[in-house]
């Protein structure tokens, strides 16, 4: 059975930066897709980044040229380094796999997720 666990979420300053990590553990990690999805409360929860199999990536246009994803194969790792935070990236990140970028289409299963608080 495949299980998702985030970590590395807290509280930082407008402008800081965080590092996100998904740790997984199953069979089918090198093909799935991965993605981080977000949701503030009261929202619908988001795509954010995802990464196929053969490396593409794809991100959301209120993150893109300040989150980037990464993963490593041989870990079942994946990763979010955020920049240059905003108040608006506010939210429990999560991670998936079994997703769908272009359709925003998430996997059945999710990890407990991480909080991410940005604010003066």
């Known amino acids: 059975q495949v299980q998702l666990v985030e970590s590395g979420g807290g509280l930082v300053q407008p402008g800081g930066s965080l590092n996100l990590s998904c740790a997984s553990s199953?069979?089918?990690?090198?093909?799935?897709?991965m993605a981080w999805y977000r949701q503030a409360p009261g929202k619908q929860r988001e795509l954010v980044a995802g990464i196929t199999p053969g490396g593409l990536t794809k991100y959301s246009d209120s993150v893109k040229g300040r989150f980037t994803i990464s993963r490593d194969k041989d870990k079942n790792a994946m990763f979010l380094q955020m920049n240059s935070l905003i108040p608006e990236d506010t939210a429990v990140y999560y991670c998936?796999?079994?997703?769908?970028?272009?359709?925003?289409?998430?996997?059945?299963?999710w990890g407990q997720g991480t909080q991410v608080t940005v604010s003066p």
């Open positions: 199953g069979i089918i990690f090198r093909i799935s897709t």
């Open positions: 998936n796999f079994g997703c769908n970028l272009y359709s925003g289409l998430a996997g059945p299963d």
